[in-house]
């Protein structure tokens, strides 16, 4: 009888915890304010993704490395197209897609993996009600990174900015690159290393002309990619802006010209004159149903709320008043063409 009543008192509880032990990997491998995002989404699924013979052959030229086996670097300036045509070109592959968004906070755990909690299972005998015993089982959960994953199942990475995270962080690649192998140092995995499948590929990008949060690339890492500088010519930035915004080549064409306009004329850096204000410009005006004519007042309006302060950020003007009067001008010297 007491064995009867011992065996119904006795209970096992299992309780799991999450966010236990140490902070989970991040999910998006994004900026620290990211970390719970979704990642990046590929930009076909939010629009159109425009090809030109230019494009397709950019396309060509970083497949024909990818397929020998090199990982291809995408340079260029801000907004040049790099992250949209390595998109591309790693979609092309028709295998999985990754995308890890450098920054200086990411670190290996992010990477390779990371506990992301506990489970722990509680033997409770309460038999003498006074005197009880209890066991506690304490297991970590272990949740492998998007790298680790990737590097197993054969998948093309991106790795976007990979010039913003540090130069610790980025000695993983050169295991991966170098040996074909994932080191699992510091994850507390009996495993030490994970093998590369043969399909891995990767594709880093970052922007040379970046003023804030590079650090120094390392040489040992530059030396094993393939460096290749996005630039597109004028013909091929106008077809993306009227392809993908909808718009008449003439319309696409005053809108190219009005940012040259105001960066020669501020003297701002190149980023200035960028695919994504071009693409911002033609949409939000033509979302709100607005004419694409620089003396429409609401039009003009647009354009000033978009580029003051991108100039002001490329150095092109001291503050917005003044970023504000040189769209003004811009929009002015755009009207006759
Ligand atoms: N061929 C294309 N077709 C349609 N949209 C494009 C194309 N190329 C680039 N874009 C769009 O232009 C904008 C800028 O492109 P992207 O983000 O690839 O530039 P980036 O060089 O990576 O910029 P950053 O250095 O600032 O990250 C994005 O909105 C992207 O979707």
Same mark, same amino acid.
């Given at each position: 009888?007491?064995?009867? $009543?011992?065996?119904?008192?006795?209970?096992?509880?299992?309780?799991?915890?999450?966010? &236990?032990?140490?902070?989970?990997?991040?999910?998006?491998?994004?900026?620290?304010?990211?970390?719970?995002?979704?990642?990046?989404?590929?930009?076909?699924?939010?629009?159109?993704?425009?090809?030109?013979?230019?494009?397709?052959?950019?396309?060509? *030229?970083?497949? *024909?490395? !990818?397929?020998?086996?090199?990982?291809?670097?995408?340079? &260029?300036?801000?907004?040049?197209?790099?992250?949209?045509?390595?998109?591309?070109?790693? *979609?092309? *592959?028709?295998?999985? #897609?990754?995308?890890?968004?450098?920054?200086?906070?990411?670190?290996?755990?992010?990477?390779?993996?990371?506990?992301? &909690?506990?489970?722990?299972? $509680?033997?409770?005998?309460?038999?003498?009600?006074? /005197?009880?015993?209890?066991?506690?089982?304490?297991?970590?959960?272990?949740?492998?990174?998007?790298?680790?994953?990737?590097?197993?199942?054969?998948?093309?990475?991106?790795?976007? %900015?990979?010039s913003r995270?540090?130069? +610790?962080?980025?000695? !993983?690649?050169?295991?991966?690159?170098?040996?074909?192998?994932?080191?699992?140092? &510091?994850?507390?995995?009996?495993?030490?290393? #994970?093998?590369?499948?043969? %399909?891995?590929?990767?594709?880093?990008?970052s922007n040379?002309?970046e003023y804030a949060g590079v650090f120094e690339k390392?040489?040992?890492?530059?030396?094993?990619?393939?460096?290749?500088?996005?630039?597109?010519?004028?013909?091929?930035? +106008?077809?993306?802006?009227?392809?993908? =915004?909808?718009?008449?080549?003439?319309?696409?064409?005053?809108?190219?010209?009005?940012?040259?306009?105001?960066?020669?004329?501020? $003297?701002?850096?190149?980023?200035? #004159?960028?695919?994504?204000?071009?693409?911002?410009?033609?949409?939000?005006?033509?979302?709100?149903?607005?004419? !694409?004519?620089?003396?429409? $007042?609401?039009? =003009? %309006?647009?354009?000033?709320?978009?580029?003051?302060?991108?100039?002001?950020?490329?150095?092109?003007?001291?503050?917005?008043?003044?970023?504000?009067?040189? /769209?003004?001008?811009?929009?002015?010297?755009?009207?006759?063409?």
């Open positions: 009888m007491a064995a009867q $009543k011992q065996a119904q008192t006795r209970r096992e509880i299992s309780a799991r915890k999450t966010g &236990g032990v140490r902070s989970a990997p991040s999910q998006s491998l994004g900026k620290p304010a990211e970390k719970k995002q979704e990642q990046k989404k590929p930009t076909t699924e939010q629009a159109p993704y425009i090809k030109t013979d230019e494009i397709n052959h950019y396309i060509h *030229r970083i497949s *024909r490395v !990818l397929a020998a086996g090199y990982p291809v670097h995408v340079t &260029g300036r801000a907004g040049a197209g790099k992250t949209a045509l390595a998109m591309e070109a790693a *979609r092309d *592959r028709g295998r999985p #897609v990754t995308l890890i968004t450098g920054n200086h906070e990411m670190n290996n755990e992010d990477l390779l993996g990371g506990i992301t &909690g506990v489970t722990s299972t $509680k033997l409770v005998d309460n038999f003498i009600r006074q /005197v009880y015993k209890k066991e506690v089982n304490i297991k970590e959960d272990w949740t492998p990174g998007r790298l680790v994953e990737a590097c197993e199942k054969g998948h093309t990475v991106i790795y976007d %900015e990979f995270s540090t130069a +610790e962080t980025n000695n !993983l690649f050169l295991s991966i690159l170098e040996e074909g192998l994932v080191p699992l140092y &510091g994850t507390k995995q009996k495993k030490r290393y #994970v093998k590369v499948h043969p %399909e891995f590929r990767i594709l880093f990008t040379p002309e390392q040489d040992a890492l530059m030396d094993r990619l393939v460096t290749m500088e996005v630039h597109y010519t004028q013909k091929t930035m +106008e077809t993306i802006v009227q392809k993908r =915004a909808e718009v008449r080549h003439k319309d696409a064409k005053m809108i190219w010209s009005l940012l040259r306009k105001i960066k020669d004329a501020t $003297k701002a850096e190149n980023g200035f #004159v960028s695919l994504r204000s071009a693409l911002m410009i033609t949409s939000v005006a033509k979302k709100a149903n607005i004419a !694409l004519e620089p003396d429409n $007042k609401d039009f =003009a %309006e647009i354009c000033t709320d978009i580029l003051s302060g991108e100039l002001v950020r490329f150095g092109g003007a001291p503050d917005f008043q003044q970023a504000a009067a040189a /769209v003004r001008k811009g929009l002015k010297e755009v009207q006759g063409e």
